[in-house]
């Protein structure tokens, strides 16, 4: 794609994700670039995703940028004050299928490790809302440290056999959320489970076919997530009232998905047989069309 074409494409797109040009433009997905796990960058300016590498895209004009150079990096999330991105990767250079988990500054400097890898996997890791601790899923459990790696902390007592990945903190830094399924792994056992930070009141909030991911609203009252293969949902976590604020527009698997800082759009990852994996972006609809 030219660059020319690329800044049109973009102009189009940041003028449907402000509402402009009418309900029935709005509401259709603008392809963004190749690539799977999105995540917005807490001001909504940018969003990383892994492609091998973590990359950031500006959403203002479309400029990519690589911040790490570990290949067979996967699940970036930003930190608090949008400076810094943790991710995990495999073991570099070896055939070893443990993960490592990293840090590194959104210009690409300061790369380091945070937690090394381990008899079992880690993934899944996050920031805490003040940006002192890290949260990660090892295997059956979820853990949290410092955001140096220093002083893990189990934080989970999952049963065992459990599979379990993180969905982060709320926003006020109160409650982690995480979703879990037991072997056999079928879409019939995903739960979505609920706990204090501080490792207290372990509950299932949630039990429902085919979860994919959920994601914090901001107010920290709801739960976005995303259910089978096209249909997001908006959950409220004191009564567990929920609506479909969003129905994905495509025939492709859908992956991962994040919800923008203002709840006015959605990113998600698009894969097809024989094609790469392709980052979109949605408008949420006001309603429960």
């Given at each position: ?31 963004l ?5 999105p ?8 969003l ?21 150079d ?6 970036p ?7 810094k ?13 443990s ?8 210009d690409?400097?300061?790369l ?46 999952l ?20 979703i ?40 920290g009252?709801s ?10 949902i ?39 047989p ?14 429960s069309?």
């Amino acid at each position: 794609m030219s660059r020319e074409r690329m800044r049109i494409v973009f102009v189009i797109f940041i003028l449907c994700a402000l509402g402009l040009g009418g309900n029935r433009v709005r509401r259709v997905p603008k392809e963004l670039c190749e690539g799977t796990k999105p995540t917005f960058s807490p001001d909504g300016k940018y969003l990383a995703f892994e492609n091998d590498y973590i990359f950031t895209i500006d959403l203002a004009n479309g400029e990519q940028r690589r911040v790490s150079d570990v290949d067979r990096s996967d699940w970036p999330s930003w930190s608090p004050d949008g400076r810094k991105l943790i991710f995990q990767s495999l073991c570099p250079h070896t055939k070893q299928t443990s993960c490592i988990i990293w840090i590194v500054n959104r210009d690409g400097s300061d790369l380091h490790q945070v937690v090394p890898p381990s008899n079992t996997s880690n993934h899944t890791p996050c920031f805490s809302p003040d940006g002192r601790s890290i949260l990660w899923s090892r295997e059956e459990q979820l853990w949290t440290a410092d955001s140096s790696g220093k002083n893990p902390h189990l934080l989970t007592h999952l049963p065992k056999n459990s599979y379990v990945w993180a969905c982060g903190w709320s926003h006020d830094g109160k409650t982690i959320a995480f979703i879990t399924l037991q072997q056999p792994y079928t879409s019939d056992e995903y739960k979505i489970g609920l706990i204090d930070s501080n490792g207290q009141n372990q509950r299932i909030f949630l039990e429902k076919k085919e979860i994919q991911q959920a994601r914090w609203s901001r107010d920290g009252a709801s739960l976005y997530i995303l259910c089978g293969l096209n249909k997001i949902i908006k959950v409220d976590i004191k009564s567990s009232q929920e609506r479909t604020v969003c129905f994905l527009k495509t025939d492709a698997d859908v992956g991962e998905f994040d919800v923008a800082p203002d709840e006015k759009s959605v990113a998600f990852e698009l894969s097809e047989p024989e094609s790469e994996s392709k980052i979109v972006i949605q408008p949420i609809s006001s309603d429960s069309e």
